[in-house]
């Protein structure tokens, strides 16, 4: 009898430990793979670009990442509610924003982080982080401070020392790398060193209105495929195209004949990604492509 009890007991156990490691791996799969939808320099009612990028997120799940210049002129409240409401709007509640100039224009943003609220981070900070899958995302603000004594960055330095992850995104509106006319700034270069420094994986921007995929790089602009940053330029939200300058050394893919939006998936050590063209589009360009975690 003893016997016969303690063999149902133990077979209950393994059951029991069986169980669990399934409901493990089960939740282990969803939290690593994670879907992000980017693009920004978004929304103007004189446009219909927005409008067609609407579109495909209405088919295509994932967070989303706004790249800044969510309105496209002033940044008043009558152009969110008007032109960006209509369109990206009604998919706020899955957004996480961030500033661009045209989104500061006017009334320094104050629209801005009144019409996404929490989402947006501090109002008139604009910077903070969160957890997507096995991947952390730091979302930054290059409309303010981001020199090596401000707030911002040593706030950035404190994130990334508490979340050693091996995978890091980071978002913040102007470029660091572009070959578009226009878009590229000095103002975040302290922030790129200390992401290169942190073995961050990628940077997501906007502000140049094309698409532009580099190799990546050190903050000195040589290409490191080891230990550098890759920059992804995505400023096909819905605002008119502009046109490119000469192409880098380090650009793989570009284009500016279409809007669309850049769709990557998140897994453990590694990322896939693949340029989401707008379904008017007539343009034959196409970007996918996969690459490992340092």
Excluded at 190 to 210: F, K, M, N, P, W
Aim: charge should be negative; hydrophobic fraction near 40%; proline fraction near 3%.
């Amino acid at each position: 009898m003893r016997l016969h009890f303690f063999r149902r007991a133990l077979g209950l156990a393994l059951i029991g430990m069986l169980l669990v490691n399934l409901m493990a791996a089960s939740h282990s799969v969803y939290a690593q793979d994670a879907v992000i939808l980017a693009a920004g320099d978004i929304a103007a009612c004189i446009y219909t670009g927005d409008d067609q990028t609407a579109a495909l997120l209405d088919k295509l799940d994932g967070l989303i990442l706004a790249l800044g210049d969510t309105v496209q002129t002033k940044g008043a409240m009558e152009e969110y509610l008007n032109c960006f409401e209509p369109t990206w709007g009604r998919h706020k509640g899955r957004i996480r924003p961030i500033p661009g100039n045209h989104d500061y224009q006017g009334d320094g943003g104050k629209a801005y982080f009144e019409y996404f609220g929490e989402a947006a981070g501090e109002a008139g900070k604009g910077w903070y982080s969160f957890n997507y899958g096995a991947w952390h995302l730091i979302a930054l603000n290059s409309m303010v401070p981001a020199n090596s004594r401000s707030e911002q960055v040593a706030w950035l330095k404190a994130d990334l020392a508490a979340n050693p992850t091996p995978c890091t995104l980071v978002y913040f509106h102007h470029p660091v790398f572009s070959s578009g006319a226009g878009g590229l700034t000095s103002r975040m270069n302290t922030v790129l060193r200390v992401l290169y420094d942190a073995g961050v994986e990628l940077v997501l921007s906007g502000d140049a209105h094309h698409y532009e995929r580099f190799t990546p790089m050190t903050p000195d602009k040589l290409i490191d495929r080891e230990k550098g940053v890759r920059q992804f330029v995505v400023g096909t939200g819905g605002g008119y195209l502009t046109r490119l300058g000469n192409k880098w050394r380090a650009t793989e893919a570009r284009t500016n004949e279409t809007h669309g939006i850049l769709r990557l998936v998140l897994s453990a050590g590694s990322y896939s990604w693949e340029f989401v063209k707008v379904e008017a589009s007539t343009s034959d360009f196409e970007d996918s492509g996969s690459a490992p975690c340092h």
